[in-house]
């Protein structure tokens, strides 16, 4: 489809957000320890010394965008060495740099979008002509509701500690999905864990991504109603079992319900 729309591949550095991020804040944080010929290999494919006012901790796209791709391109190999040696001898940075723009996935009361963005065009607006060149306005027919949408996806209708709009924070449906799997591995229901995997396997698509943002996770917090019925279910249901429910409807043995409890 994409070669008769004429649409090529993208660009490599894309698929690259985390060893860039990686190895920039590895820079920034220890870079009085690296040697001469660190510096010189990361500079093939990052500016180094800039590096340390281009870095944000949850926002890549600063220093990707410079990243050089043509470098990459011609020796992949050699980039994947580079982080791997890096990796290697500064492992609690890499993996705080992978944590760190997760955030939003580990910790309820983190921002839902960072500060460092520009939260009102992420999902809700475009980016006006002085950003893009593009002469295109957006004019909502609804304000209000426009008004609730851009409040809601940053985190503005989020507020207070005990709230049911906390189902709709970019934490809990990553909680309920390791939640209920690890309900699912006690109760030896291995069988069962099929239907949570797709589900589980998105979300480590966004890890990386990394992408953290409301419009991701919206397919995973629709699938709440499934998460629920695994995890509320009889100790006897099988997968059988709710494919035969959801197909014919809960059937009644015995005077007993043969059905998720």
Not at 68 to 90: C, G, H, Q
């Amino acid at each position: 489809v994409y070669d008769k729309l004429g649409y090529g591949e993208g660009n490599s550095r894309e698929m690259l957000s985390i060893p860039i991020q990686q190895l920039s804040y590895v820079v920034v944080a220890k870079g009085g320890e690296l040697t001469g010929e660190d510096i010189q290999n990361i500079n093939r494919y990052l500016p180094a010394s800039e590096l340390w006012y281009l870095y944000k901790t949850r926002n890549v796209d600063l220093i990707k965008v410079r990243f050089n791709t043509e470098n990459f391109d011609r020796d992949p190999v050699a980039f994947l060495k580079l982080w791997a040696n890096i990796f290697s001898r500064y492992t609690d940075e890499c993996l705080v740099t992978f944590f760190n723009m997760h955030m939003p996935y580990w910790y309820p009361a983190a921002e839902t979008i960072d500060p460092n963005t520009i939260a009102k065009y992420i999902e809700t607006n475009i980016y006006p002509y002085e950003q893009t060149g593009y002469e295109i306005e957006r004019s909502s027919k609804l304000p209000g509701l426009n008004k609730f949408y851009e409040e809601f996806v940053a985190g503005a209708k989020l507020n207070g500690p005990i709230s049911l709009a906390r189902l709709f924070s970019i934490t809990t449906p990553i909680w309920m999905i390791l939640f209920t799997m690890l309900v699912l591995v006690c109760r030896k229901k291995l069988a069962l864990l099929p239907v949570v995997l797709p589900t589980f396997f998105l979300w480590c698509t966004y890890l990386l991504g990394p992408v953290s943002n409301c419009r991701y996770v919206l397919p995973i917090m629709l699938s709440y109603p499934i998460y629920m019925i695994l995890v509320f279910q009889s100790s006897r249901f099988s997968l059988a079992e709710l494919v035969d429910d959801v197909t014919n409807g809960p059937e009644l043995t015995g005077g007993k319900e043969n059905a998720i409890r």
